[in-house]
């Protein structure tokens, strides 16, 4: 089982040797986001385990710089998934989390102690937020598969940050990071274990070298093979190519420095 699943997730060639997964890696190694979803609820008592999970990541400082928006409105979700990309499964899964960097909270309390708050204007605090939503949030995935829920995340929550701001009340210093719709998979969605680069690719022994361009070549070919058994062509190359094009292919988010300057966090 493990091997089969190594092999999609290395579309064929398994690094070696590899300890044998225990059950916490073997959930891990096979991830795949899931875009399909039943019309089976999440219950509260489910979401409340996985925000707990989701708190009990590592965070900065212990700052717990982040919040999370939990949305299962139909009519705020269909807003989201608008600002979103248009994306149809925010609207279809019953639950949509937003994670959001949040100096919002740990600036009011420094206000009410009337003490400055110069910090929170650095750009580092700015990545310290972002770090622990994203950090948060994964956790919120491990414990959602976990239990055989299904999740994909939502980047594009950034695509109009502003306005999507406003549709969930984020007060200034607080700033979307990443959506994450959660619900059951549906057993017809053919989405599987994506292939991902070797590791001699992305694990560099001591210092940095240069990924071979004939090995990015061989991950392209796994990438189009995964995908054809999809009924698409995509490759991973084009895909590199038309993300680092030019500022359009950022989908709005090339001005997201304005964005978060106007909403409280200035990121000198
Ligand atoms: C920060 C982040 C943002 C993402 N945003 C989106 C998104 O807006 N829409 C989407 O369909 N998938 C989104 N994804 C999912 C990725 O496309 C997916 O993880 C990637 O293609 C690898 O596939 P896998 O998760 O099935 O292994 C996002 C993933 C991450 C980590």
Redesign the pocket.
């Known amino acids: 089982m493990t091997d089969s699943v190594l092999a999609r997730r290395y579309g064929g060639e398994v690094p070696e040797p590899i300890a044998p997964a225990n059950d916490v890696i073997a959930l891990l190694q096979r991830?795949?986001?899931v875009?399909r979803f039943t019309d089976e609820d999440v219950d509260e008592a489910t979401l409340t385990a996985i925000v707990a999970a989701a708190q009990s990541a590592a965070t900065s400082s212990n700052m717990q710089s982040w919040s999370v928006i939990e949305v299962r409105d139909p009519e705020r979700k269909a807003e989201l998934s608008v600002l979103?990309?248009d994306?149809a499964?925010i609207r279809a899964a019953p639950v949509f989390l937003v994670f959001v960097a949040d100096w919002a909270r740990n600036r009011v309390i420094a206000e009410r102690r009337d003490a400055p708050v110069e910090g929170i204007g650095f750009v580092e605090s700015t990545l310290v937020g972002f770090v622990d939503a994203?950090l948060a949030a994964q956790n919120a995935v491990v414990a959602a598969e976990s239990l055989g829920l299904g999740t994909?995340?939502?980047?594009?929550?950034r695509n109009r940050p502003e306005e999507l701001s406003d549709v969930l009340d984020l007060p200034q210093g607080a700033f979307p990071v990443?959506?994450l719709a959660i619900g059951h998979p549906d057993p017809d969605d053919r989405?599987g274990?994506?292939p991902?680069l070797p590791q001699r690719v992305v694990r560099h022994r001591e210092t940095y070298r240069a990924a071979p361009d004939a090995a990015v070549s061989a991950y392209d070919d796994a990438v189009r093979a995964y995908y054809a058994g999809q009924g698409s062509s995509r490759g991973w190359i084009e895909a590199v190519l038309n993300r680092v094009r030019a500022a359009a292919s950022l989908h709005g988010r090339h001005t997201i420095h304005d964005a978060l300057r106007r909403r409280g966090l200035p990121s000198r």
Do not use: N, P
């Open positions: 991830h795949r986001s875009r979103a990309g994306q499964f994203a994909v995340y939502v980047g594009s929550v990443v959506g989405a274990i994506k991902r």
